[in-house]
């Protein structure tokens, strides 16, 4: 106990010891806590039963000795009741006369803690006063003093009744000031609806949820704080907790594009439980491992059936140069020659089958868009007939964001390229480029000509439809599809009133732009930590390093000016770089990852959902591009 402490516990002492009620405090092991001196002088008790730590037990086994609790026949029993009803102790008042001839008062009140506090009143005055009362008013009625004795006997409950319930009310103050507490860090919004659909209850998280709500929607019905589109959406499900069931579902909210998923409870008296969730990244993650999924699946079935099938076309092409050199008629040359010409057709069209469900590893870096754009027009320009026109509306971010640019300006090539064969010799060809909120990065790519067919709009992104004939391979638009699902996006197609128009929604996951300064390494490898620690340092980084999450969050914690950490997914200790990512405050540093883990595996694919991951091995440029420095040779 501090010098503190025992000033307190000092002060505390001397001001107990003023009140004329004896007062002592047990805890929830039945041992003395704390009594004032006139608890020992009411009782006569020794100095042993009224110091700290001493048992219940010994006080009732001196009292009933003593005849303070009247005629006892039996000593233990009645010291094993009082005990027993000590331990499952509730809320009294009584009034007992002691031996010595004096009546007490006793009001007991239990902790929130465990134990209770007992409080000792002297009302020998008072019961006097009562039998000089009875003695000096024999004109009164015996129901009039009868009824003035209760009175007084039920004042004295009242008090420590009202003493018992405010002691109470206190408790279930405090308790729902943690319960709301509680409620307002959870990152989902937890709310109460009653039967006609206004909130009675909002943990003020709907604004975090959905942006550009409000935050104070209590008294509000749920229309007037939800947007119309995301009520039309919410509602039949409300309807159907309304009705007793217990429905969980997920919509797109329309003003970001955010994904919501709501859960939703009746309660019984006729009102809803909800609570929303944000699971836009959880969804970007899950979109991604899909398709991963999907390219590992189609990758196992067309492997096997293109070794054969490559193996066929070598044997064709083979014979047929074999019939080439022959002396043969003019139109067995051009049949030589088709065929020759198909076969290496069929060549290039399983070399696109293996880009497709071959391995494909995104490389996401910090990316200038408007670079990114402007050289696109650069690069298909010279491809486009005099006659075709192809403009950018650049409305993107000026701050760099992660994309993985020779993905994104192979697919947007591809897109234009398709357009122009839409256009034929005339047209207009459009690449315009925005931010949707702070979630999503939409581009699309739109011509003047004559749109989608209906039968396109269905099957344009399954492999090898084509409205090209024997030109296409009917396999460009699957692979765009293929990389925008790649990075948790989603691609659309649609008509619009001069053309067709393909849409790209990519995840809008801004770069953290770090140029020197000081870099916090994570990394529990020693030969590891030195490799990269020499990166940083060569791009112009003060590196400070540790070895874990524990010595990690110290580091944070005490040093101010850490402008980037570079952290290992997997670190020693059970804590992983992704809780080093929970841990960080928001406003801190920025959190790029590294891992040599397969982007299959669980802790990977969590990982890209959250911050930007450079998968080992990886070069010092790699690195800077990651990072946005601009020190890289």
Known sequence: MTETDQQIRAMASAGLNLIAQALSIYDQDLRLALANSRYQEMFSLPDQLVTPGARFEDAVRYLAEAGDYGEVEDVDAYVAQKVEQARAFEPHYMERPRANGRTISVEGSPLPQGGWVTVYTDITRAKKSEELLRARSEELSDQVLAHAEELSATNRELAATITALEAAKRQLTEAEARTRLTTEMIPAHIAHVNAQGRYTYSNRRLSAVLPGSLSEIVGMHMTEALAPGSFAKVEPHLNAAYAGHSPVFEFTEDQNSRRIRVAMTPDGQGGVYLMSMDITEETQARVALQQ??????????????????SNLLT?????????????????????????????????????????????????????????????????????????????????????????????????????????????????????????VGDIWLEISVSDTGPGFSPEALKQ???????????????????????????????????????????????????????????????????????????????????????????????????????????SDIRLQGKATGIDLLERVAAGGPPIVLMTSLPQGDPLHRAALSRAPVLSKPFTRAQLSALIGSEAAA
């Open 315 to 435: 044997i064709i092409l083979g014979m047929q140069g074999k019939l080439a050199k022959m002396t043969l008629p003019e139109e067995a040359r051009e049949l030589v020659a088709a065929t020759q010409a198909t076969a290496r057709r069929g060549g290039r069209l399983l070399d696109r089958i293996a880009d497709m469900t071959g391995k494909r590893t995104l490389r996401p870096r910090a990316t200038d868009l408007h670079v990114l754009l402007h050289d696109l027009k650069i690069l298909a320009s010279p491809s486009l007939p005099r006659g075709v026109g192809l403009s950018v509306l650049d409305h993107a971010p000026d701050a760099q964001i992660m994309l993985d640019p020779g993905m994104l300006q192979d697919a947007l090539l591809n897109l234009v390229l398709n357009a122009r064969d839409a256009c034929g010799a005339t047209g207009q060809i459009t690449v315009s480029a925005h931010a």
């Open 460 to 566: 344009a992104l399954d492999p090898f439809f084509t409205t090209k004939g024997g030109e296409g391979s009917g396999l460009g638009l699957p692979m765009v599809y293929d990389m925008v699902k790649l990075t948790g996006g989603d691609l659309r197609l649609r008509n619009t009133a001069s053309g067709a128009s393909v849409i790209l929604r990519l995840p809008h996951r801004a770069a953290p732009a770090v140029a020197g300064g000081l870099a916090l390494l994570v990394e529990d490898s020693d030969e590891l930590r030195a490799t990269v620690r020499d990166m940083l340092v060569e791009l112009g980084h003060t590196v400070i390093e540790a070895a874990s999450v524990d010595e990690a969050s110290a580091l944070l914690a005490d040093v101010e000016d850490i402008r980037l950490v570079l």
């Open 292 to 309: 991963t999924r999907r390219r590992a699946l189609a990758a196992q079935m067309t492997s096997g059936l293109a070794h054969d099938f």
